[in-house]
């Protein structure tokens, strides 16, 4: 078959490898990208039971043995993998039959990796930075933040474009690397409404979390400092001194153990559940039986969790931070309330639990704003044209 | 006859003994025509020069200042050099005979040459992570070791200095001995030797296409 161009994907993280939010955003562009005639790569990291090579969605997917090396920390081990990665994508290919027209890495995860092959094989670099060091710490305040913050700038500087999913997430590239306008493209992140579908009953499948009398309040990743989630377990005994609920928080995280014992000091650990991990089909159906997701994140590039809420119909209630303000417009497709205070948040979910008829125009208003502006299709062909421009402009340079 | 030297000390750098060895080693193999490269490590005065003697130097510095440790460092700093010996491969129109890489350091960037654009490489060795580090078995010596493993597992040849080496090598690493060659650090024909190893590595490789 006859492809308008191939692709390199670099990422550390690929289905059924989960950690963050590049994961799934890896999945549909290049399952889209590839309905766009454009030939995909990916190359990963290794997963318990995952094979080495398989084509997903026309995708073809390589997951490469990256804890080969002992390491002493997790930014090391991130090195070495990368020194894997490399070899294993340059014998990769040198291989396959199609000539790669572009490499395109995700964060600085796998920056070493594809700025080597950029230079090795002389083809563009595109890089996609789906959050920064910076952001995530609030700063840089130790060695290995800076390192790794540096990492990050030296990966902008090598690529030929590099691409954020948020206005917010552009400027604060721009301001954080110092990069020229030209050099940056905004393409959202996309959701799959499809995931969400049908009509099945699920009130058996709610009652395994929530008594009927409780709505269902849903916190979605990891439990890390910037996502929040400390500022939702304050604002708990607030809420429910207004309404009747059950908190549950999915997936996991170093402050876990930290919100543990503040739940238990508070009493009240029969009203929040800590879900741990939870498989892609019971995290949908659980998304779709929530009467209020709340996304209180400090940092937020993006805020992949917020869209799929929506596209789940379930009423989103975010903080006004980085890539959830644009993704939220107050009082139509959610509620927005202060980062970093309880009582707005708690105020948010109050009003969207104790209004149902406000909840109901939250909720078909944020649906039909996903599946106008938030669609992978549309998506892939953005990121089509930044490629054919790239490559447009590297036709005419002298590593041609 | 075209090489690319890869060593994380050369003049004026001095760490060690490898940087005065590898300089004396350059300067004869040039004297004897072979086209030497030198790529190598320094954090300002990078960038291409000629050395009386015929050897061109390349020197790169850390794209990433700030480091954890050795490993990190080095690991960046392999991305550097992968762009200068690429850069050396492109002007040269590929026709490059072989790397030859002094120590663990810049194997990483060799294996990725040789996947990519079929380089073969010699690792040639000045002292090895179990022997500087006796007994320490920690991660961090251990992904040293791992690097180094991955250089005898990747290379084409191993050269060392000493029969006691070679015997080292095959001893700890489990690298079968034909795969060795010694060459005698204080034989006046230090380039000569070299250039009789490269000569046959080059021959292989054309008998091998």
Known sequence: ?400 | MRVIIFSWEYPPRVVGQLSGYVSALSGQLASNKVDVNVVTYDDSATGQTQEASGVKTFRVANPVRTHIGVLTWVLTLNQEVERAATNIYYEAHKHIDLIDVFDWHFIPAAVTLKNALDLPFVFSIESIEDQRSPNANASYNMAIKSIEWLGFYEASRISVKSEWMKEEIVRIYDVPKEKITVISSDSDSLGKEFQKMYGKMAEAKKNET
Not at chain 1, 125 to 131: E, N, P, Q, V, W
Not at chain 1, 150 to 170: D, G, H
Not at chain 1, 172 to 180: R, S, T
Not at chain 1, 190 to 217: C, M, Q, W
């Open chain 1, 1 to 400: 078959m006859k492809h308008d161009l191939t692709v390199m994907m670099l990422s550390w993280e690929y289905p059924p490898r989960v950690i963050g939010g590049i994961s799934p955003h890896i999945y549909f562009l290049s399952k889209h990208l590839a309905k766009q005639d454009i030939k995909v790569y990916v190359v990963t990291c290794d997963f318990p039971g995952a094979p080495a090579h398989e084509v997903i969605d026309g995708v073809e997917v390589y997951r490469v043995d990256s804890y080969k090396n002992p390491a002493p920390d997790f930014a090391t081990w991130v090195y070495l993998m990368n020194m894997n990665m490399q070899k294993e994508t340059a014998a990769l290919t040198r291989k396959i039959s199609d000539k790669i027209d572009v490499f395109h890495a995700h964060d600085w995860l796998v920056a070493n990796a594809g700025i080597g092959l950029k230079h090795v094989f002389r083809k563009p670099l595109l890089a996609t930075m789906h959050s920064t060091e910076m952001g995530r710490r609030d700063g840089l305040h130790t060695t290995t933040e800076n390192m790794i913050h540096e990492t990050e700038a030296w990966l902008t500087y090598e690529a030929w474009k590099v691409i954020c999913c948020s206005n917010y997430m552009i400027s604060h590239v721009k301001y954080v690397f110092g990069l020229p306008s030209d050099k940056l493209v905004m393409v959202p992140n996309g959701v799959n409404t499809h995931n969400y579908d049908g009509n099945e009953d699920l009130k058996e499948y709610r009652s395994k979390f929530a008594l009927p009398e409780e709505k269902i309040v849903l916190f979605v990743g990891r439990l890390v400092y910037e996502k929040g989630i400390h500022v939702l377990i304050n604002a708990v005994p607030k809420i429910l001194s207004k309404v009747n609920a059950k908190f549950i928080i999915v997936g996991s995280g170093y402050m876990k153990e930290q919100l543990l014992n503040i739940v238990r000091s508070m009493g009240l650990e029969h009203k929040v559940l800590f879900q741990g991990f939870l498989d892609e089909p019971s995290l949908l159906k659980l998304q779709r039986c929530s009467d209020v997701s709340v996304v209180p994140s400090l940092f937020e590039p993006f805020g992949i969790v917020a869209l799929e809420a929506m596209a789940a119909q379930s009423p989103v209630v975010a903080s006004d931070t980085g890539g959830l303000s644009e993704i939220i417009e107050h009082d139509v497709t959610g509620v927005k309330v202060y980062p970093n205070n309880p009582d707005s948040l708690a105020w948010g979910i109050t009003k969207v639990l104790l209004d149902g008829y406000y909840a109901k125009q939250l909720r078909e208003n944020a649906y039909k704003r996903v599946q106008e502006k938030y669609d992978w299709e549309k998506i892939a062909q953005q990121t089509k044209r930044i490629y054919e421009g790239v490559l447009g402009e590297y036709s005419k340079s002298f590593w041609a």
